[in-house]
């Protein structure tokens, strides 16, 4: 295990063709020129152009890294937020820390923040919830962020290189993600990894003490850091680690019911069904908007019936979502038959049954991908399916539990439970039953 503060590198803009900023303090451009003001770089030929307030260019081979002076901070503009999901959008952000500007072998241009892990958390807890959410709820996710975090890093030391995980064979397409595309850095800004949204989100105190006071602190289970996981709303039971990634069972994630009282594990369609359409006493069961106000960025606050949600289709409407999504041509709509749940209700594999195709598609995030045009927001749900006199669908109606895959830490049930008066430890311990909190530096 490390026994000092990490410097990470984080993936803020990838794969672009040309950005633009502002270094707002003094930094020093590949170890020579010493500068401020406006920026705008590409990738050219191989090398980086990098041309200050519009009058000097620095060209070099590969990538330019600019170094701060003393507590510098650069802003980029037309930072991409929420990828492919409902709540996408651009952003202008601020960040601590170095800057690099690396020229990819396709010609395209990365911008990547060197930044301590502690800075680096001030974000992440700023950018996933409100800065002025309940502290001992900040503090609680200061140590599950940290934790993921720094298992990452292990990963990582153990495997560098880490292939897009796929499985495909006959009727079958079953794929799930992780950190398999980020060759480069260490981790990406977005919600892929942890949401990073610089500094400009750290509006309190709060988030500040949260994590120092929590410094160096990580969740552990059989001596190992935890590979912590954690999503917006569970939907009244958390899930397990294989549902949404590989074949592995980990076992400090498995699935609870969030509330204090044990709820029975969903092992039926009927079951399913049943808790899908109920509205249970739960945690994350947050209706209160000045409650919801407290604890969620403001962006997250466009996103309502997150703990139950339902969405229509007509038939056609749905085959063309398919078809854009996966690829394929299932001709005729036939069927949405789930294969596999997991405890929570999540479907872990789907029955897509048309007229000319037939495939099973998995895990949770895939089939959240295909069945919209950006996602569901999670994959608890059931179908009920309104047919014609030739039995043929008409229209679908999904109804559906939760925001996200559900794993580890329910960020809403988290800061519910804190808002009721419990600390930062029995809030990660709920969670996170299996493990122990343990201080590396």
Request: hydrophobic share 40%.
């Amino acid at each position: 295990m490390i026994s000092e503060e990490p410097i990470i590198t984080v993936g803020i803009i990838d794969h672009s063709i040309e950005v633009h900023g502002f270094l707002n303090d003094e930094y020093v451009v590949n170890g020579v020129d010493r500068v401020a003001g406006e920026f705008s770089a590409r990738p050219d030929n191989g090398f980086v152009l990098l041309n200050l307030n519009g009058a000097k260019d620095v060209r070099a081979n590969g990538a330019i890294k600019c170094v701060g002076v003393s507590a510098s901070s650069f802003s980029l503009k037309d930072v991409a937020i929420g990828s492919t999901f409902h709540w996408e959008r651009n952003e202008e952000q601020t960040f601590r820390g170095n800057l690099r500007l690396v020229c990819r072998n396709d010609g395209t241009l990365t911008v990547i923040n060197e930044i301590p892990v502690e800075d680096y958390l001030e974000s992440v807890i700023s950018s996933e919830m409100n800065a002025d959410a309940p502290i001992e709820f900040l503090k609680a996710h200061a140590v599950v962020s940290r934790s993921w975090l720094v298992a990452m890093l292990e990963r990582i030391k153990e495997k560098p290189s880490i292939a897009a995980p796929r499985a495909a064979s006959e009727g079958q397409i079953v794929r799930w993600y992780d950190r398999e595309d980020h060759d480069i850095f260490d981790v990406c800004a977005d919600d892929h990894c942890q949401r990073y949204h610089g500094i400009t989100k750290i509006l309190s105190d709060n988030v500040r003490n949260a994590v120092a006071e929590t410094r160096g602190m990580v969740i552990v289970n059989d001596g190992k850091v935890c590979d912590a996981r954690f999503s917006k709303a569970c939907g009244g039971f958390t899930e397990e680690y294989e549902t949404a990634w590989e074949e592995k069972h980990v076992p400090y994630l498995e699935s609870i019911s969030d509330s204090a009282a044990q709820h029975p594990r969903l092992n039926t369609e009927q079951e399913v069904e049943e808790w899908i359409l109920s509205n249970p006493n739960v945690y994350c069961n947050v209706a209160n908007k000045k409650t919801l106000q407290q604890i969620l960025p403001s962006f997250d606050l466009e996103t309502t019936n997150f703990f139950r949600w339902a969405i229509e289709y007509q038939r056609e409407e749905l085959e063309e979502i398919i078809r854009t999504k996966s690829g394929i041509d299932f001709g005729i709509l036939l069927d949405l038959v789930p294969v596999q749940r997991g405890p929570s209700g999540r479907i872990v594999k789907l029955k897509i049954h048309g007229s000319k195709r037939t495939i099973v598609v998995g895990k949770e995030l895939e089939i959240r991908r295909w069945l919209s045009e950006s996602h569901l927001y999670s994959s608890a749900f059931i179908v009920m399916t309104e047919r014609d006199d030739k039995n043929v669908p008409r229209r679908f109606l999904i109804y559906g539990a939760g925001w996200g895959h559900g794993v580890g830490m329910c960020q809403i049930g988290a800061a519910a439970m804190a808002t009721k008066g419990c600390d930062a430890r029995t809030i990660v311990n709920h969670y996170f039953p299996k493990a122990n909190i343990m201080k590396l530096y």
